[in-house]
Nanobody, 124 residues
């Protein structure tokens, strides 16, 4: 079964940190780009970050550059999103997603595999 499972969300104060994990199973991890998306209540879904599991290329939205870091452990089929200096506006449900096309993930297109999401709440 093709599956992505997120973990690591929670409640944190502004300025704090969280690390999200996305564990993949059921597909050849190295062939995919893995991205993190988020959706806050009443707002459109946005791409936060993406990594190519094959060559390690990364992408970050302007709103998280310098604060978030995406990384991949191919041996564990897991992608991480280290989130530092969190702000209340980072509050959202964070989903990881996978697609053969790095470009598709970066532009927020129709990706092949979605996780169920994990809630991140940043209090002021």
């Amino acid at each position: 079964e093709v599956q992505l499972v997120e973990s690591g969300g929670g409640l944190v104060q502004a300025g704090g940190s969280l690390r999200l994990s996305c564990a993949a199973s059921g597909f050849t991890f190295d062939d995919y780009a893995i991205g993190w998306f988020r959706q806050a209540p009443g707002k459109e879904r946005e791409v936060v970050s993406c990594i190519s599991s094959g060559d390690g290329s990364t992408y970050y939205a302007d709103s998280v550059k310098g604060r978030f870091t995406i990384s991949s452990d191919n041996a564990k089929n897991t992608v991480y999103l280290q989130m530092n200096s969190l702000k209340p506006e980072d509050t959202a449900v964070y989903h990881c997603a996978a697609d053969h096309s790095y470009h598709t993930v970066v532009v927020g297109g129709y990706v092949e595999v979605w996780g169920q999401g994990t809630l991140v709440t940043v209090s002021s």
